[in-house]
Nanobody, 124 residues
Framework: VQLQASGGGLVQAGASLKLSCLYSGPTLSTYAIAWFRQSPGKEREFVSAISWTGSGTYYADSVKGRFTISRHNAKNTVYLQMNGLKPEDTAVYYC??????????????????WGQGTQVTVSS
């Protein structure tokens, strides 16, 4: 399984960004997808996750109400719409996947496949 994250950039506080995660894998496979982030000197932390059908979505308390995760399976893409960005959202954002239809969890070890990250920098 390969995952390609994109859409990061440098924005001012209060701005919006939309991250995309393009995933590819064996035909007919199903994947729950999540976003994690890591700031310098900090451990990777869970941001959001979505089930295969999109019916289950989960958010870290720190982003709830500001970020929205969605997916378009026909395009093999998961999105993370980030509104009201804050300087503390600055991090490398990673999209990750785990086989199955349900969200695996919120821990780093719950996801088998990791893509490269995309940098999000929010200036104050």
């Amino acid at each position: 399984v390969q995952l390609q994250a994109s859409g990061g950039g440098l924005v001012q506080a209060g701005a919006s960004l939309k991250l995309s995660c393009l995933y590819s894998g064996p035909t007919l496979s199903t994947y729950a997808i999540a976003w994690f982030r890591q700031s310098p000197g900090k451990e990777r932390e869970f941001v959001s996750a979505i089930s295969w059908t999109g019916s289950g979505t989960y958010y870290a308390d720190s982003v709830k109400g500001r970020f929205t995760i969605s997916r378009h399976n026909a395009k093999n893409t998961v999105y993370l719409q980030m509104n009201g960005l804050k300087p503390e959202d600055t991090a490398v954002y990673y999209c990750v996947a785990d086989p199955g239809t349900r969200v695996s969890g919120t821990a780093v070890g719950d996801y088998r496949y990791w893509g490269q990250g995309t940098q999000v920098t929010v200036s104050s």
